[in-house]
C-alpha cells in the first residue's frame, strides 16, 4: 500500500493490480498501519481509499486460504480457535478504517469483491466509476462474511437488499448502488474518479479538522443510539468545542 499525502488529504492505495488488489496477510496488516498513521497525523485532514490498476480490490487473496489449510491444528477444537483469532485480526484491520477519526473516501473502479466490501463499507462516504460493481462472494467459497460486510454495509443498503447481495454473491452494479444509497456519486472513468475525489476530499480539507471529525463521530454515535440520545450527546459535544473556541 503507497501513501502520498497532499494539502491535507491522504491517498492510501492499493497497489497489486495484477492481482486486483487482492490481499494476503501483510497486505491487510499494511492497510491497518496505513490508516493508524494518517489518524495520528495531524497534517491529515481527510484520507481517500483508492485501488491501482483496473480494480478497486478484490478481498482476501487466495493464498491466505491455502496458508490457513497449511496451519490447520490436530484437533478440531484448536482449529476453530486459529481461525477465530484469524478472522478477529482481519476484523481489526478493517475497523481501524471506521475508527479512524477523519472522514475517510472509498474511490473506487472495476471491481470490489468480498473483503473489498467489507472496506467500503468501513467508509464514510463512497464513490465509483459508472462501470464498477460490487460482489460479497464470502456466500461461493462455503463462508459466511465475517469480517465485517454484514454488521456495515446495512449502514448503507436496507436489511433486505444486504440479506440478498450476501445470500446469492450476485454482481451489484455501480447504476444500482448509486440509487439505492451505497454510493453517493459515480464518475464516469477511473481518471474523473480519482480527479473528482481529490476536489471533493480537497474540499473537506480546507474545513475546520476537529469539525470534521465531530460530524463523523456523531453519525456514528447515532447509529446505536436513540435520537434523543443523540440529541441530548451533541448538545454537550457541540458547547464543549464552542467554549474552545469562544475561550481561545
Not at 484448536?78 to 485480526?89: M, R, Y
Not at 459466511?144 to 460486510?149: E, H, L, Q, S
Not at 471533493?200 to 447509529?223: D, E, N, T, W
Request: glycine fraction near 8%; hydrophobic fraction near 45%; include cysteine.
Amino acid at each position: 500500500m503507497t501513501i502520498s499525502i497532499q494539502q491535507h488529504v491522504a491517498t492510501l492505495t492499493f497497489n497489486q493490480p495484477d492481482r486486483a488488489n487482492s490481499l494476503d496477510e501483510a497486505g491487510w496488516r499494511g492497510l491497518r498501519d496505513a490508516v493508524r498513521l494518517v489518524a495520528d497525523d495531524p497534517a491529515v485532514h481527510v484520507v481517500v481509499l483508492a485501488g491501482e490498476g483496473k480494480h478497486f480490490c478484490a478481498g482476501m487473496d487466495l493464498s491466505v486460504l491455502g496458508s490457513l489449510q497449511q496451519r490447520a491444528a490436530p484437533t478440531r477444537a484448536a482449529t476453530q480457535e486459529l481461525l477465530e483469532s484469524f478472522i478477529l485480526e482481519i476484523q481489526d484491520c478493517i475497523t481501524a478504517i471506521a475508527e479512524c477519526p477523519k472522514p475517510v473516501l472509498a474511490a473506487i473502479q472495476g471491481a470490489c469483491i468480498g473483503g473489498g466490501v467489507a472496506i467500503a463499507s468501513a467508509c464514510d462516504i463512497i464513490y465509483c466509476t459508472e462501470d464498477a460493481h460490487f460482489i460479497v462472494k464470502e456466500v461461493d467459497f462455503g463462508i459466511v462474511a465475517d469480517i465485517g460486510t454484514l454488521q456495515r454495509l446495512p449502514h448503507f443498503l436496507p436489511a433486505g437488499m444486504v440479506a440478498e447481495l450476501a445470500m446469492t454473491g450476485r454482481k451489484f452494479y455501480a447504476s444500482e448502488a448509486v440509487v439505492a444509497g451505497l454510493v453517493t456519486r459515480t464518475f464516469s472513468n477511473s481518471g474523473n474518479l480519482r480527479s473528482g475525489v481529490a476536489e471533493i476530499a480537497s474540499s473537506m480539507a480546507a474545513k475546520s479538522p476537529p469539525v470534521l471529525q465531530g460530524i463523523k463521530h456523531q453519525l456514528q454515535y447515532g447509529r446505536s443510539h436513540t435520537t434523543a440520545e443523540s440529541l441530548a450527546y451533541v448538545a454537550h459535544y457541540s458547547a464543549a468545542l464552542l467554549s474552545r473556541g469562544l475561550r481561545d
